[in-house]
């Protein structure tokens, strides 16, 4: 078992930033590739990034390209989101998970464990 806590949300003017993380906890981190999904009001989750478990490989939706990163120390057991020039559209709840893998996905149902979001609110 794992449990991944998110943290690093909030409210925040269009074209500002902030940095979510993510702890794990009861498992090393390094066992698992790792992703973002996000979901808005009314709408379903969806992939945001993804980081292979020994980090060489980064996947981003076509949405966030260029102004998200997705990084991670297995040391400090911590996967990170690092989110510039926000959109209202971001607005969202932002989920770490965990997949029991070197091989990250895109798909919301290949990962084994979830965080239970922070909330991100970028104001027009």
């Known amino acids: 078992q794992v449990q991944l806590v998110e943290s690093g949300g909030g409210l925040v003017q269009a074209g500002g930033s902030l940095r979510l993380s993510c702890a794990a906890s009861g498992r090393t981190l390094s066992s698992f590739a790792m992703g973002w999904f996000r979901q808005a009001p009314g709408k379903e989750r969806e992939f945001v990034a993804a980081i292979t478990r020994g980090g060489g490989s980064t996947y981003y939706a076509d949405s966030v390209k260029g102004r998200f990163a997705i990084s991670r120390d297995n040391a400090k057991n911590t996967v990170y989101l690092q989110m510039n020039s926000l959109y209202p559209e971001d607005t969202a709840v932002y989920y770490c998970?965990?997949?029991?893998?070197?091989?990250?996905?895109?798909?919301?149902?290949?990962?084994?464990?979830w965080g239970q979001g922070t909330h991100v609110t970028v104001s027009s």
């Open positions: 998970a965990a997949r029991f893998s070197a091989v990250s996905k895109t798909e919301a149902n290949e990962y084994n464990y």
